[in-house]
Each structure stands twice: as C-alpha cells, then as structure tokens.
Nanobody
Framework: QVQLVESGGALVQAGGSLRLSCAASGSIFSINSMGWYRQAPGKQRELVATITSRGTTNYAKSVKGRFSISRDNAKNTVYLQMSSLKPEDTAVYYC????????????????WGEGTLVTVSS
C-alpha cells in the first residue's frame, strides 16, 4: 500500500505565505512525478504545480511567480511554497504522486492524499 500524507494547511491573511508538505510512504519502487492540485468550494479540482523526478516543473498560470514546488527524492517528499496568497487561493490542496508500486508491480499509478485546507482571508 502507498500513503500520501499532507501537512501545512492553515488560515492565513492575504499577502501571506504558507508551505505545504506531502510525504509518500509504503511499497514504492520509484516516483515518476509529484504534484499539487486544489479544489475550491463548488469548483472542479485543478492542477497547481507538478515536478518530475528530474526536477522539471509545471505551474498553473494563476500561481506562476507566486508558488514554488520542490521535492526531496530521498525522503519521497514534495513541498509547495506559496507566497503572495490571495483569497482565491482558498481551497483544499491535494498531493498527487505518479509512481511505480513495488508489491503489486503496478507502474504509473496515481495516488492521492486526503487533502489539506488552505484558507486565505481578505
């Protein structure tokens, strides 16, 4: 089994900063990419940022220049540094990992965390 555990969600004022963390554990052979998605009330889940095992990053247009994604491959952990936060960044943030699972021998599987709430007050 694979588990993704997020942390770092909080209530923050507009203009503030926050850092999210997500640690993957379990029967992992290798992680291909990790990323963050978010879902605001009444809206669909959307991509925030992703990072490959080689460090290639991709950002949603709405967060480019304000958010930064990074990962520690040795710890199977991905981070999302969020700055200049806006009320519209309020959402549940979900961690995603695309990985090769060890026990069942499944490749390219997507796993999700349970989410962490980020609330930005105006």
């Amino acid at each position: 089994q694979v588990q993704l555990v997020e942390s770092g969600g909080a209530l923050v004022q507009a203009g503030g900063s926050l850092r999210l963390s997500c640690a993957a554990s379990g029967s992992i052979f290798s992680i291909n990419s990790m990323g963050w998605y978010r879902q605001a009330p009444g809206k669909q889940r959307e991509l925030v940022a992703t990072i490959t095992s080689r460090g290639t990053t991709n950002y949603a247009k709405s967060v480019k220049g304000r958010f930064s994604i990074s990962r520690d491959n040795a710890k199977n952990t991905v981070y999302l540094q969020m700055s200049s936060l806006k009320p519209e960044d309020t959402a549940v943030y979900y961690c995603n990992a695309n990985l090769d699972e060890l026990v069942l021998g499944q490749y390219g599987m997507d796993y999700w965390g349970e989410g962490t709430l980020v609330t930005v007050s105006s």
